[in-house]
């Protein structure tokens, strides 16, 4: 059984960089047909994907994003990792990691386990 | 961008009702259409994906259909287990608005 696991500050100063990783356990990040995925829920709304990373190591990030996120992959500690930079409060959120399955042609098919969450605020 | 768009927003029903809930996309995206539960604090569970593909463990009162822009999930005989927020996710493309805005599931 695929587990995640989401870990890092709950609190962040505005204009720092927030910083997540996610533990997978029960399976190998570097198996293939997988995106590691974060994906975020702003408290009482819907949800926001983020961005992934193939197992190939190939990055896709949310266009409304894309300049302040980096996705990375450890696979020696079977770990992913988010970085989003100049945070505001607009970025307090609960942040979820996911594995989405598919090919190398994203976006993955559907996201079959997902973290418990976590939440992050962003206040001085 | 593909916009998704879920109706209605909110429903109150009682245990046993037979339940419909709609996702239009703003263009077709197939049937790459998957359809997610949402309990308070807790993360999402897929429940269908592709449109109509019952995923493992998720109980067979819970069905999906419709392809191209017009989509359904139906909770044949409501259980009280099943009172959450529904979202449905388009996996056609990758752009910004991937899941549709939920639909909460409330007790009449």
């Known amino acids: 059984q695929v587990q995640l696991q989401e870990s890092g500050p709950g609190l962040v100063k505005p204009s720092q960089t927030l910083s997540l990783t996610c533990t997978v356990s029960?399976?190998?990040?570097?198996?293939?047909?997988?995106?590691w995925s974060w994906i975020r829920q702003h408290p009482g709304k819907g949800l926001e994907w983020i961005g992934y990373?193939?197992?190939?190591?190939?990055?896709y990030y949310n266009p409304s994003l894309k300049s302040r996120v980096t996705i990375s992959v450890d696979t020696s500690k079977n770990q992913f990792s988010l970085k989003l930079s100049s945070v505001t409060a607009a970025d307090t959120a609960v942040y979820y990691c996911?594995?989405?399955?598919?090919?190398?042609?994203?976006?993955?098919?559907?996201?079959?386990?997902w973290g418990q969450g976590t939440l992050v605020t962003v206040s001085s | 961008d593909i916009q998704m768009t879920q109706s209605p927003s909110s429903l109150s029903a009682s245990v046993g009702d037979r339940v419909t809930i709609t996702c239009r996309a703003s263009?077709?995206?197939?049937?790459?259409l998957n359809w997610y539960q949402q309990k308070p604090g807790k993360a999402p569970k897929l429940l269908i994906y592709?449109?109509?593909s019952l995923q493992s463990g998720v109980p067979s009162r819970f069905s999906g259909s419709g392809s191209g822009t017009d989509f359904t999930l139906t909770i044949s005989s409501l259980q009280p287990e099943d009172f959450a927020t529904y979202y449905c996710?388009?996996?056609?493309?990758?752009?910004?608005?991937?899941f549709g805005g939920g639909t909460k599931v409330e007790i009449k």
């Open positions: 263009q077709s995206i197939s049937s790459y």
């Open positions: 996710q388009q996996s056609y493309s990758t752009l910004r608005d991937t």
């Open positions: 029960g399976g190998s990040i570097s198996s293939g047909g997988y995106y």
């Open positions: 592709a449109a109509s």
């Open positions: 990373i193939y197992y190939s190591g190939s990055t």
């Open positions: 996911a594995r989405g399955r598919g090919s190398s042609t994203p976006p993955p098919y559907y996201f079959d386990y």
